[in-house]
């Protein structure tokens, strides 16, 4: 029952923070100087067509009155009509989102695992010489900012050693789109071959992604180990002859592994946000880089969906570390309560 | 001149100076950490005496010189217009500096100010606007909302400056109330406020000095990640434009010439990173310098 009620707390603090985001980066799109009609028309266009758009995206009316016909658009799924690609912005989300979220994916399959080898050996082995190389590494792996990776291993990866494509997502025809995720469409249609084509593709880029936030999980991972390591209970336990494996892995680790969880979530979502670099850099057909084609375009309405869609797998992302961290550490649920 | 048996002033600065010292020197990765941002410092601020070719900063062609690989005159090679890249890096440290220096000592006060506030009158409306305020700003991946308001404002090295310092104060904000909120009800506070202090004063003259440490860790870890952001701006384009000798921007240029002229990428991708890891292991020193 405590959880039930942590989690609606949490998704009704959710709700609220998505409308005030939405209030700050509408207003901010409407009221920043730049006629959008006028952009939208073209600068030869004469008066009366960019009035007549400006009263089809609204523009003539009052802020407020704007506002309110863009949610109540937002709620019968229409994120309005862009300017850059001539068409509605929620079938651009379509198309690009699942392209992003599924290198995402891969990314927080790499980072997840890779921080917990790294962290666990480090802190299995505190001091000595595996422990030093894993801190060194990950001190250049947080140093070195995700568009840098990117670069350097197009550069030595698929350039200089062949082992990977150097960019695209796909070099094989694609799959069906059925659910628009490759992965997915070509599993159920059968072909294997994009599937394995696809990962190939979303190696390089997904390490990229994954390799600073790895380091930095890994970090937290070790640290944590060190500081319960000599705890009273892990003595005990110890001392009672509870095997050393399972001592590690079992007693040792999940304590020590929260802090790593609780910035885990936070750092898969922020992917979204690097991604906007390393897509361009491997050219893959994703979210991020439309993003990017619309800002530099200043394509308002997609802009505002561009903030607000990630702002909701971010809020998502969020709550669910929420729940994960409050069911690894029963303090937190007891705490949010007492208050 | 000091009386034997009495301690001075300035004894007792250089004592606990002395101190932060020891704290802060037991871990040599923190000393490798200051001297990198001490260089980056002076690289910055010097960056047309150091650099060879000082004229190649800005507007320059020389297409003799054009896609050169690293030598002894060219350290980091030639661009495509024949500019030395090793001076624009130099240059490019300054850029990166300037954008850190003007976006922190905005953010900082304002943040810790707000923070103050809000954690002092816990529970009031004051609060509550503050912080949820703040929590918006939060609740978005900060490169994602400082892409958006550029490209809103329109890009250019400025406005990337005024984007980042719009999404960051919330999180000197959060750090200070939390703070604050844990010293609230502890005794001094209490004591000062009974006494008959007045609301600022407790905030000033008690509270303040309990934030410094956790703020000026965070203010020297933030120099690389504000350095980081606004390198990614301009590299996709939304920050400095060329020819401005900004990191980021030389990375995104240099990727066209991929594979045979790596070095225009490279090196400068390699630059953040030296900046980003000096300010990096310094900010662990200095949260070392403030413990126990």
Same mark, same amino acid.
């Given at each position: 029952m405590r959880m039930a009620q ?9 709700v609220?923070t998505l409308?005030?985001?939405s209030?700050i980066i509408?207003v901010?799109a409407?009221?920043l100087?730049?006629d ?5 028309a #073209?600068?030869?266009? !004469?008066?009366?067509v960019v009035?007549q +758009?400006r009263?089809?995206?609204?523009l003539? *009316?009052?802020?407020?009155v704007?506002?309110?016909l863009?949610l109540?658009d937002v709620?019968?799924g ?5 300017i850059?690609t001539k ?5 651009d989300?379509?198309?690009y989102l ?6 995402i994916a891969v990314a927080a ?10 962290g666990?050996?480090?802190?299995m082995?505190a001091y000595r010489w595996v422990?030093n190389?894993?801190?060194l590494?990950a001190?250049i #792996?947080?140093s070195? !900012?995700?568009?840098g990776w990117?670069? +350097?291993?197009?550069l030595?990866?698929?350039? *200089?050693?062949d ?12 799959p ?5 995720f ?5 599993l ?7 599937f394995?084509?696809?990962?190939k593709?979303?190696?390089l880029?997904?390490?990229a992604?994954a ?6 999980e ?5 640290s944590g ?6 705890k009273?209970y892990?003595?005990l336990?110890?001392?009672h002859g ?11 680790l999940k304590p020590?592994?929260?802090?790593a ?14 991604a906007f ?5 491997f050219?893959?057909p994703?979210?991020s ?10 394509d308002l309405?997609?802009?505002v ?6 702002g ?5 992302a ?5 729940i994960?961290a409050?069911y690894?550490?029963?303090r937190?649920r007891?705490v949010e309560?007492?208050? | 001149?000091?009386?034997?048996g009495r301690v001075?002033r300035?004894q ?7 101190r932060?010292?020891?704290?802060f ?10 001297a ?11 960056a047309e005496?150091?650099a060879?070719?000082p004229?190649?900063?800005?507007f320059y062609?020389s297409?003799e010189d ?5 030598s002894w005159?060219h ?9 030395d890249v ?7 440290f300054?850029?990166s500096?300037?954008?850190a220096?003007v976006v922190?000592s905005?953010v ?8 103050l506030?809000?954690?002092?009158y816990?529970g009031?409306?004051?609060d ?9 700003f939060i609740?978005v991946?900060p490169l994602?909302?400082?892409?958006a308001i550029t ?12 984007a ?6 919330p ?12 010293v609230r009800n502890e005794?001094?506070?209490i004591?000062a406020e ?17 934030i ?8 020297t870890?933030d ?8 390198a ?9 434009q060329?020819?401005t000798?900004d990191?980021?921007t030389m990375v995104a240029?240099?990727i066209?010439?991929?594979p045979?002229y790596?070095w225009?990428s490279i090196?400068?991708?390699?630059a953040?990173a030296?900046?980003i890891?000096?300010f990096?292991?310094l ?10």
């Open positions: 942590y989690i609606l707390r949490r998704v009704v603090f959710a609220f409308f005030g985001l209030v509408f901010m409407r009221v100087p730049g959008p009609a006028r952009m939208a #073209g600068p030869r266009a !004469p008066e009366w009035e +758009i009263e089809q995206l609204n003539d *009316k009052p802020l407020h704007q506002y309110f863009w109540r709620f019968n229409d994120l309005g009509y862009s850059f068409r509605s912005v929620t079938q989300v379509i198309e699942p392209a992003s979220l599924e290198l399959v790499f980072q997840i695992l890779g921080a917990f080898a790294l666990v050996l480090a802190g082995y422990d190389a894993i801190r590494f001190y #792996g947080i070195i !900012p995700a568009f990117a670069v +350097i291993f197009q030595v990866f698929a350039w *200089k050693l082992l990977f494509p150097v960019q695209g997502m796909l070099s094989v025809e694609a069906e789109r059925i659910t628009g490759v992965t997915i469409d070509s159920i249609t059968g072909r294997f071959d994009a394995t084509d696809f990962l593709h979303a190696v880029p997904a390490m992604l390799i600073g936030p790895m380091a930095q890994a970090r937290l991972i070790r180990m060190i500081d319960n390591r000599y009273d892990i003595l336990m110890e001392s509870v095997p050393k494996r399972k001592l590690m892995f079992k007693y040792l020590s592994a929260i802090p969880v609780t910035v885990m979530g936070m750092d898969i979502a922020s992917l979204l946000g690097n670099l390393v897509e361009i850099v050219n893959w994703g979210f880089r439309y993003a990017i084609s619309v800002m530099l375009n200043k309405n997609a802009i969906a561009v903030v607000m869609v990630i909701v797998i971010f809020i998502i969020n709550i669910i570390v929420d994960i409050a690894l550490d029963p937190i007891y309560r007492g208050e | 001149m000091a009386i034997a001075t300035r007792l600065v250089m004592e606990s100076l002395r932060y010292w020891f704290k020197s037991r871990s040599k990765l923190s000393v490798v950490g200051l990198i941002s001490l260089s980056t410092i002076v690289i910055a601020v010097f005496y150091l060879p070719y004229e190649h900063a800005g062609i297409f054009a896609l050169q690989p690293p005159e350290p980091f090679g030639t661009d495509e217009y024949g500019r090793f001076s624009r890096v130099l240059f490019g300054r850029f500096l300037k954008l220096g922190l905005i900082i006060p304002v943040g810790v100010l707000l923070g506030v809000a954690g002092y816990r009031r409306i004051l509550m606007a503050i912080m949820r305020v703040a929590d918006i609740a991946p994602v909302l400082a892409l490209s809103l404002l329109g890009p250019s090295l400025v406005n990337a400056m005024i980042v310092t719009l999404m960051w104060w999180w000197y904000t959060r750090l200070t109330y939390n703070v604050v909120s844990s005794p001094f506070v004591a009974l006494a008959g202090a007045k609301p600022l004063r407790v905030m000033f003259r008690e509270i303040l000095p309990v410094v440490g956790p703020i000026l860790t965070k203010a870890l120099v690389g990640w504000v350095i980081l952001i606004g990614a701006l301009s590299f996709v384009g939304l920050g400095a060329p020819p000798p990191l980021g240029e240099g066209k010439y991929m045979e790596w225009i090196f400068p991708a390699l953040i030296y900046i890891l000096g990096n292991l900010g662990d020193g200095v949260r070392d310098m403030f413990t126990e």
